[in-house]
Structure formats: structure tokens, C-alpha cells
């Protein structure tokens, strides 16, 4: 259903909450999909004529209590699982990430396990997916606590006023070149020709940063990962002074998606790691040179997969629609075959094949890099190595490999990470977090990549499995189990190919 806010409904909110003591059921805060990617675009921000910069509206914290001149007459749709605010703060898989009780914090009272990411939003929850929110992001601490909602544009900042005359947020999906400017709103109207410049600041994690490119000005930009970029527009003003403002760029994709990170070698080569995807819910051995039942740098890359390869990956049927699995899916929208826009050349072996894209697929093999480049378009950009499905079965678990194919000679460690993202929300990091107690990062020494006769290393990384979603009011999003060989300790699944190939690894978690 849909209610009309008005000035009077806040008050009566706000007066009511106690009367909700006792019955979390009928006051529990409510809120649909947990998805950063998604939403509409918008969400005011502040900006600054003094030639620094400000961020959007402000500071995420407190709750939003309309003054009697504020504009609160939002339609919005109601949750009709929960109403708006309650006493607590719930910690069920349904509310997990929302701000329950209102107070400007999500999971305060809430526990998890090291390495978890959930989605998140503050203030009022009837709000959450409005044209104009976004969510953040928390990360589950080593002690077992979720951390601060970290950015998003939310209740607590007057999102549902999806104001895009100010700077405001804008969205894209992965290696989609976006234009910058769409986010400026009025705000660039009285901009001096030719003094307009952006620049970029990437999620944590990800490194190298592409640049901002283009002319005429300077404003497009391919972002290759998922996750929350900082973009900070500066414009010259007539009277000689600028002035700036600052607004997010929310970039995530449909359906699972996975990319693998690691340390590469200042101007050199680098060593190279492989990602990999095993079928769901199959538990037959791995294969690090491409098995049909294990997605990888063998058989899931382009050349493989347009040339119909034995061991190439038919997990899915050939025909189908959307959102059912489906093995290729062109979509009529151009721009939303994500496989056409893949960096370095990538992209346009999949335009040339004309078929759409694969699930599942490597958008590309990253085997050697300049991690000093920072032009997407360059052979020698360090790209992550990133596995889709863009429409995957529920309720079956798939499994997520690290193997460490070469070193190239090189004697230096590398720590590799491993973001797995539900619908557009990062679901899990790992490898950076998540492992051993202490916590530290997982750890792949040269000797790792040296070859036979011992084998080279393999990390048996976590099973996702998106949920079944059965009922309006069940919780959305996938679940990401981590592996571990002992759970007291967080020690990792840690083998080698030669075992990986004849012994799948523990088994399957129940059903999600």
C-alpha cells in the first residue's frame, strides 16, 4: 500500500514508540531487497563556493525530524512486512541491515562472522530502495561486531527528496564508460567553458584507480569494479574563484559476481593468480586447466567459449528468459550486455560473437600487468579477474577457488582478496579479512607458484548460494560461507592442483 507523510505523521511516530514495547512483530522496521546496486538516482548534496569540497547532504547520522517548512509529503510504499520504526534492533536475516529502531545506527546489537558484508541504511526503513536512496555498506569486525554503515545516500539524510538539481548520486555497471557530469545536476550550469575537472576516488581495494579521460571537457570514466566511488566535481567560476561539490557513483551488476585482486609488480610482469567458479551443487574435482564443471582461465574466457570448446561450461540451459539460468542471454539493450564493455580489447571479442553474454564467464585472464598504468584501454592494465552469472539458480551452492598459476620468476608475496557481490551489494571480503585468529591476510609465498613435482597452491575460498526468496516478507540477497579447515582458528582451505583435481573439498552447507 502507499501512505502519504505528513508533518503530523512524524510526530505521532515519534510520540508512539513506546507503545511498541513488546510487540516486535507489528513494529519491526521492514525493507525489500538489500542491494546497493539498484534505486534510482538522486539524493541532494551540499556543495561548496569557497574551492573546497563537500559531501552530499549531510553526515549520515541523528534522525530526520521535519521542520514545519520541510517538504515531507513523499509518497512512498509502504513495507507490508513491518511498519516503519520499533523499539529494537532486529537481527534476523530479514531486517539484518537496517536501522530497526531508528536511531541513526543499523546492527548495533547484532553479531556476525569476520569477513561478512552486508548491505545497509539508516533512518527510517519504509524509505530503503525510494528513487534516490542507496544503501551502504558494513563490515563485520574481528571480533565479531558489524562495523559503521559506511557511504550510501540515506533516510537520515533526506534521500526521498531525490533532488538531482544539486550534485547527486549516479549509478553504473561495471566497465560501462560513464559520464561524469550527469551527476552535476544545475550545479555545473554557471561553469566557466573549459574549467570544469573530475577526479575519482575508488572503493577501498581497488587498485589501480582508473583515471578520468575524455575532453571538453575530462569527464568520462570506466570504473571496472563494483562497489561506492567518490567522484568530487571542481567548476571555475566568472569572478576567478571555483567551486566544488562531491557525489557518489554506485557501480554493481544483476546476479552474482565475484573479482579476485592481488599485489602486482611495480612496472613489471607480475606473478599470476586464477580465479575460479565450480558448478553448483556439483561435487566433482576441479580442474585448473578448464573441466566443464569448473569455470576458469581454460575454458570461461571468450576465446573459449565462442569456439564451443568440449570442456567449456554448459551449467545452464541454451534457451530460457530472464531471470531464469539461462547459458547466453543477448539483451536488447545493448548497454546491458556487461561482457561488451570489458577493458583491454576484452569487450569487443564478446561484441564480435555477437551472442550476448555466457553464464557462466572470466570477462578476461589477467596474466600480466603494469600496475603503474592507469588507462583501462592499456594491454598492460591490471584488470581484476571477475566470474558472472548474471542470472543464477537459487538455493544451490556454488563454490569459489584461488590458484596460484605462476610466479614469473618472482620472489615477492602476494595477498589476494576476494569480493563477492549479491545483486550489486559486496557480500563477503575475503582473504584481506576473515582468516586466522589473530586475523591476517591470507598469504601466497613464491614458492606457491614454483610448479611440480609438488604442485602449485589452491585456496578453496567460500560457497554462495543466492537464496530462494520464497514469500514477500523472506529474506533477499545471497549467503556466503566461508571455508575453513579448522573453524576455531579461521584456518583456510589451503591445497594444491594435484589434490584439487582428484578431491573436491568439504562438503555442501544445508540449502540456504
Known sequence: MRRRRTLGFFVLMFVSLSACAGVAASCAAGGGSHSTFGGGSGGGSSASSSGTSSGMGGDGGGIFIPDAGDDVSIDVVMNPCGTECGPNELCDDFHLGLDDDCDGVADEDCSCSAGQVHSCFLGDPSYKDTPGCFDGAEKCSENGKWGPCIGGVHATQQCFKNDKTACHAITSPPFLTTDLKNGTGDFSADAVAGTESWTVKCPDG???????????????????????????????????????????????????????????????????????????????????????????????????????????????????????PISWWKDPVFEKNNCYFAPRGFGLDWQNNDRGCHNPRLDLDNITCNSLSTNPDDSDFCAPENINVDFPPKGEWFRIGVYYYENHGKTYDVHPTVKIFCDGALTAELGSKGYYEPESSITFTSGDGAGLPTGNRFWMVADVAFRSNDGACAAKGCVVQPLYANAATRTPVMTNNTVAETNFGPGYPPPP
Request: with cysteine; proline share 12%; aromatic share 10%.
Open 206 to 324: 581497488v587498485s589501480p584507480c582508473p583515471s578520468v579521460s575524455g575532453s571538453s571537457p575530462p569527464d568520462d570514466f570506466q570504473p571496472l569494479q563494483s562497489g561506492e566511488y567518490t567522484v568530487t566535481y571542481t567548476k571555475g567560476l566568472a569572478d576567478g574563484t571555483t567551486a566544488s561539490c562531491t557525489y557518489p557513483l554506485f557501480v554493481g551488476a544483476p546476479g552474482l559476481r565475484v573479482e579476485l585482486s592481488w599485489e602486482h609488480d611495480l612496472g613489471g610482469d607480475g606473478v599470476d593468480l586464477d580465479l575460479h567458479l565450480h558448478r553448483p551443487n556439483d561435487s566433482l574435482p576441479w580442474g585448473m586447466d578448464g573441466v566443464a564443471q569448473d569455470c576458469g582461465y581454460g575454458n570461461c574466457t571468450i576465446s573459449s567459449l565462442s569456439t564451443q570448446l568440449p570442456d567449456a561450461p554448459e551449467w545452464f540451459p541454451q534457451f530460457g528468459q530472464p531471470p531464469d
